[in-house]
């Protein structure tokens, strides 16, 4: 996160005591519980090393699988075109891959794409020919590539990372970020160019978008220098074009959709236009013909007739278009789009129309804090029914159940007790779950639950989005504020252990950014900016290590040692405490992991302080870490084992990574580049991992919307 991102931020929220409150929902890790016997047996061993406890762990990722079981997308899915066979071919823009779902709209596969030269970037747009032939805009690369029936993959023309409009013979010829692709029955592929740069002024046509058509010899001419008339305004005095969309029928007509000029039109073979509509649409998102050749547009339309103290409503539709240019609304998203809740075809993508006559439209939905959106396929018939080709059909919610019928919102915060109850902070939800070890969950102060209603600062343990922790007898901890709560194990009071606020810096005084508790009941917490503070059994609160606002990295004992950014925390069988440090690159301190002797002394565990974050396996500053997820202030969370391994969870990279206590590091769980969720052996497929806890022989761990676990080797 950038010094002036930071900047902007706290301008904005006045104190940087405000700007960590969503750190602290961020953190993970500890161990808890209340009011249950203590040392039940061990829990079962998994029966696979990497499995489902609760929860459904679909959002967005890369997995392919059963379509409506295994299988998720990113949520920057842009393009979708129709297989000769039934199959449908889909550009997974944020994976950088072009995937499949199979005509009985049963499995997802992935056709090609991934990592390494040649690879795919931001593809937009794919289309098939009659041959099953792939052809797709590779935006990033300013390319448009072949992908053959049996996946062989070459460039059909265009130069890699060159954006320029030289016609000429395949790879001889530019291209500048082709954003649609049409082919027609003779293998002609149309491709039109996306406008990445606005100016102004709105009167240059280089910035109007062009269609260039390539032949199925490979010859690249442009068939329209300029297809739109009216830009789009951006506001602040800008204006820009927004990208054309195209579509052949079945006798080969090239048709675009204008959301500049607002119209569908048709073109002759040497590029001329005539408009087929217009007048009706306001933001076209897809135009695509079904096997009757009858054209659909999708339009994110805003509805000016309802409006709301945020202004118009997003009401996108589905619209058929007459030959005589009619336009029959076929389907209408509901007013509630506002909430961005899941909705029907509130968040719309792409669409295409199957075999079966019926519209597949990709759309994006979220849970109630929109944190963890994920992708759905949704089949419309023309009476406006849909049903979910692909993806979860409701992913988050509150169910208090046993395993995949539970659903949970956003959980994050894990805490193990010793007698067998694994804590979840239910950030979406805001509540506290429990789950057993045969995947149960309950509500905390819920009837029916453990704890059926919590006496004391029960709205502050319950209502607020901080780690959690627990010592050896199994009380429950968190933070608010500069505060500690503690719940008593077996009394389900909630008391204030201590306010750290007489101690620190006054502007720093709500800055708590992680917490763990020792077999001894120790209560150990960390400062944003720098400081770790123990508080014993009776509240008595010290400086344990570092200094408040004295940003660093430096090893040594007490108050000697320099810490940046602190994060999250776990303790030892020994007593020994670990913290992640460098939680953000701001100060240009690489993230790390410290340890903190019962003495006070302090050692860098793994990781370069001296190196920006990333991924690497090794040993001390060998190892490089990825600590923040920045698109929701999600960090990682420490958990340690009984030999002394420490464990992190990486949402950033999808990963969990193991540190011995020599300081050797590997990726235990997950791999880097694949997200969803994938049980069996490991390292398995997770998707963004965020609190994890321990108990024997195995690790908890919370993803999207679900708790996993893992059976230590």
Not at 183 to 205: H, I, Q
Not at 314 to 343: E, M, Y
Request: hydrophobic share 40%; glycine share 12%.
């Amino acid at each position: 996160m950038p010094d002036t991102a930071l900047n902007e931020r706290l301008q904005r929220i006045g104190l940087l005591a405000a700007l960590v409150i969503p750190m602290l929902t961020a953190c993970g890790g500890g161990s808890g519980d209340s009011g249950e016997p203590p040392a039940p047996p061990p829990p079962p061993a998994p029966a696979t090393a990497v499995s489902l406890l609760a929860g459904n762990p679909i959002s967005d990722g890369n997995q392919d699988g059963a379509s409506k079981n295994s299988a998720s997308f990113s949520t920057r899915v842009a393009g979708m075109a129709l297989g000769p066979s039934g199959e449908v071919l889909i550009a997974d823009t944020g994976n950088n891959l072009i995937r499949k779902l199979s005509a009985n709209q049963e499995q997802v596969s992935t056709l090609t794409g991934g990592t390494g030269p040649g690879a795919f970037n931001a593809p937009t747009a794919v289309a098939v020919d009659a041959a099953g032939n792939t052809y797709v805009a590779d935006t990033g690369n300013h390319l448009v590539r072949k992908i053959t029936p049996a996946g062989a993959v070459t460039t059909l023309a265009g130069q890699a990372g060159v954006c320029a409009n030289q016609d000429g013979a395949g790879t001889s010829a530019t291209l500048c970020s082709p954003s649609s692709i049409a082919v027609d029955k003779a293998g002609s592929v149309y491709v039109a160019e996306a406008t990445s740069r606005f100016d102004s002024s709105g009167t240059d046509p280089a910035l109007a978008g062009r269609i260039r058509k390539i032949t199925a010899n490979g010859t690249v001419s442009t068939l329209v220098g300029q297809a739109s008339q009216s830009p789009s305004n951006m506001g602040y005095g800008f204006t820009a074009y927004k990208p054309l969309l195209l579509a052949t029928d079945s006798a080969g007509t090239l048709y675009s959709a204008d959301s500049n000029d607002q119209v569908i039109r048709k073109y002759t073979a040497d590029g001329q236009a005539t408009v087929v509509s217009g007048g009706r649409f306001r933001n076209i998102r897809a135009i695509t013909f079904d096997p009757a050749d009858r054209l659909f547009v999708l339009d994110n339309v805003l509805d000016s007739s309802s409006t709301t103290v945020f202004g118009v409503i997003n009401q996108p539709s589905i619209h058929r278009v007459g030959s005589d240019g009619s336009v029959t609304t076929l389907v209408r998203a509901q007013a509630a789009c506002i909430t961005f809740a899941v909705s029907d075809l509130c968040q719309p993508l792409a669409m295409v129309a199957k075999a079966d006559g019926q519209l597949l439209v990709a759309e994006r939905s979220y849970g109630r804090d929109r944190l963890n959106p994920f992708l759905q396929l949704r089949s419309y018939t023309e009476q406006g029914t849909y049903t979910v080709a692909a993806g979860p059909v409701a992913s988050t919610g509150t169910n208090d159940a046993q395993g995949a019928d539970a659903r949970f919102d956003n959980p994050w915060s894990l805490a193990a007790s010793p007698s067998g109850t694994l804590y979840v902070r239910d950030k979406g939800n805001g509540t506290i779950r429990t789950v057993q070890s045969d995947g149960v969950v309950r509500t905390l102060g819920q009837p029916g639950g453990q704890c059926a209603s919590i006496t004391g600062l029960s709205n502050e343990l319950l209502s607020r989005e901080f780690a959690l922790a627990t010592d050896g007898a199994g009380n429950l901890y968190t933070t608010i504020d500069s505060r500690i709560l503690k719940m008593g194990n077996n009394t389900c009071e909630v008391v204030l252990l201590a306010d750290l606020k007489p101690l620190m810096n006054r502007f720093l005084s709500n800055a708590l950014t992680g917490i763990a508790a020792d077999t001894a009941g120790n209560v150990y917490v960390s400062t944003y900016l720098g400081a770790i503070y123990k508080v014993d059994t009776k509240g008595t609160a010290t400086l344990f290590a570092g200094s408040e606002g004295t940003v660093g990295h430096r090893d040594g004992t007490g108050q000697a040692a320099q810490f940046s950014w602190l994060g999250q925390m776990a303790t030892d069988a020994a007593g020994n405490v670990y913290v992640v440090d460098g939680l953000y690159y701001s100060a240009k301190l690489g993230p790390s992991i410290r340890k903190i002797t019962p003495e006070g002394v302090v050692t860098t565990l793994a990781g370069n302080p001296n190196a920006a974050p990333g991924h690497a396996d090794g040993t001390g500053t060998a190892a490089l870490f990825s600590v923040d997820w920045r698109e929701s202030l999600k960090t990682a969370s420490l958990a340690v084992d009984k030999n002394g391994n420490v464990y992190v969870s990486d949402p950033a990279n999808s990963v969990i990574r193991k540190i011995t206590p020599a300081g050797q590091v590997s990726t235990l769980v997950g791999q880097v580049g694949r997200k969803g969720f994938a049980a069996g052996d490991l390292p398995g497929v997770i998707n963004r991992p965020g609190g994890i806890a321990i108990r024997d022989s195995v690790l908890y761990a919370s993803i999207a919307n679900a708790v996993i676990q893992v059976k230590l080797p």
